[in-house]
């Protein structure tokens, strides 16, 4: 079964101390793996998109990686504002659609 | 418009009466989805619309559900007869992607609306 997992549920980090979210994914055919922020009460923004394994793309404290069974969000040095829920999502090569992770609660304390 | 709009941005129904929810997509999307986010879980593909039609409505949870896309532009969601189960954010997404067309949509990714959270009292 084609499917999108996200760990941790929730992490909560301080102001300046990095870390990673982990998306894994089990999809046949693999065409795109993206990342979304969610802030309460709005729709997802998408972030990233990659293509194959050994991509890496970057927006300002935010790394994107991806291997071929997961793919990694690296936040360096975060500051509260980037507090929100993660949201990771694949598209595969027949599909018409993306498959979403239930994402990862991201909080950072000042 | 300048991004997607969804309407209402909330609403309180009673258990059995039908709902329409409304998606207006960015000006010129081909492609239409609408998802569900129940609290605390990811988001639940509905349905998709390529112009008009609906190559893909394999995610609609039974037959109260539907929708329907006018004018390759707006979009409603309907549920009949609603439920408690029913309650949850209903979310609206364009892409410029056309169907089959997935280097379109990995490059561009979807822009979603900020949902209408509907509760089933």
């Known amino acids: 079964e084609d499917q999108v997992t996200q760990s941790p549920e929730a992490l909560r980090l301080q102001e300046g101390e990095s870390s990673s979210l982990n998306c894994s994914y089990t999809?046949?055919?693999?065409?795109?793996l993206f990342w979304y922020r969610q802030d309460p009460g709005k729709g997802p923004e998408f972030l990233f998109t990659l293509y194959s394994a050994g991509e890496e793309k970057e927006k300002e404290r935010l790394k994107a990686t991806l291997t071929k069974k997961e793919s990694f969000l690296h936040i360096t040095a975060p500051k509260p504002e980037d507090s929100a829920t993660y949201l990771c999502?694949?598209?595969?090569?027949?599909?018409?659609?993306?498959?979403f992770g239930s994402g990862t609660r991201l909080s950072i304390r000042p | 418009g300048a991004g997607v709009s969804q309407s209402p941005s909330n609403k309180v129904t009673e258990k059995g009466k039908d709902v329409e929810l409304r998606c207006d997509p960015i000006s010129g999307h081909t492609a239409l989805y609408w998802y569900r986010q129940s609290l605390g879980q990811g988001l639940e593909f509905l349905i998709y619309?390529?112009?008009?039609?609906?190559?893909?409505k394999s995610g609609l949870p039974s037959d109260r559900f539907s929708a329907e896309r006018t004018g390759g532009s707006v979009s409603t969601l309907t549920i009949q007869r609603t439920q408690q189960e029913d309650s949850a954010v209903y979310l609206c997404a364009s892409s410029l992607a056309l169907f089959g067309k997935l280097n379109n949509l990995a490059n561009y990714g979807y822009t979603f609306g900020s949902g209408t959270r509907l509760t089933v009292v």
């Open positions: 619309f390529q112009g008009n039609s609906a190559p893909d």
């Open positions: 999809v046949s055919g693999l065409r795109g």
């Open positions: 999502a694949a598209t595969y090569s027949s599909a018409s659609k993306i498959i």
